[in-house]
């Protein structure tokens, strides 16, 4: 019998809200998400979509045309391809395949293709790597790096995304950034599930907080009830910054 990393853990998440997973290293936040995206399959338990019913039947390769895409911990990027190649791979998630015609090169399939670039451009653009579109992925910073993974899930139009410490090893001006264009993607409609151990950030941008700890849900809540729970403080928080955001 191997190790336990989630027990009986059991949440809602509401369409258009950001909600967050916290929890200490090794709660089991990205277990958590591989067995939502279907990387992961747990020994028991469910994971369902309102509109598609139970995930066990949605393999992985049919993610994307659920509607959910999402970034990873350790970044997977194609690092030899530029930033505008790894969102074009984003945008060949959704298509319906149209490989054929593009490699004879019909003029419907070379009009899609212009679009997709622009598309791609555009995305860069949200991200703010426009001027890196002919970089390759694994020259760019890290922070830069991990908003091109937010770019090429965006360009499979994701109804849900999650982002898996996506502010990880990013200074003040790039998380600062990056929190105006996750409430931005919320404005647009898209469901956000982070996770993410930068308390202030998380309290600026989640609507509804879960939180981990040796792989079982210890809370859940509004960030205002959850950065008050004893027990999130003890396990989680600790007492100084719950002293510090009271004072
Ligand atoms: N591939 C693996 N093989 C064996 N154990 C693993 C593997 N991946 C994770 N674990 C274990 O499962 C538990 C949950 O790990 P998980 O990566 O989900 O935690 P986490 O909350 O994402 O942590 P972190 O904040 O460090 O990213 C941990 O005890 C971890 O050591
Ligand atoms: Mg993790």
Redesign the pocket.
């Known amino acids: 019998m191997g ?1 336990t ?1 989630l027990d009986d853990v059991s949440f809602n998440v509401r369409e258009g809200e950001v909600h967050a997973v916290i ?10 998400f591989n067995i939502i995206s279907g990387v992961q399959v747990p020994t028991s338990g469910s994971v369902s979509l309102r509109s598609v019913g139970d995930l066990s039947k949605v393999p992985l390769n049919q993610r994307p045309s659920i509607g959910m895409m999402r970034t990873f ?1 350790n970044i997977r990027l194609f690092g030899t391809m530029t930033a505008l190649e790894n969102v074009l791979l984003g945008a060949t998630c959704r298509s319906n395949g149209s490989v054929l015609s593009r490699a004879f090169g019909f003029p419907k399939a070379r009009a899609s293709e212009r679009d997709a670039v622009a598309e791609a451009y555009r995305l860069l653009e949200r991200v703010g790597l426009a001027e890196a579109a002919l970089t390759p992925a694994h020259s760019l910073s890290y922070g830069a790096q991990r908003r091109l993974e937010i770019a090429r899930a965006l360009a499979a139009t994701p109804r849900i995304l999650m982002l898996d ?1 996506p502010a990880a090893g990013m200074n003040d001006g790039e998380r600062h950034t990056l929190a105006d264009l996750i409430s931005s993607l919320q404005m647009d409609g898209i469901t956000i599930l982070i ?1 993410e ?1 930068d308390m202030p950030f998380i309290n600026r941008l989640s609507d509804q907080i879960t939180v ?1 700890n040796f ?1 079982k849900l210890i809370a859940s809540g509004t960030p205002e009830v959850v950065c008050r729970h004893p027990t999130v403080i003890e396990a989680y928080l600790g007492s100084e910054y719950a002293e510090a955001q009271h004072a």
């Open positions: 190790l990393a929890g200490p290293n090794g709660a089991g936040k990205t277990t958590l911990q410490e996770v151990h981990l792989g």
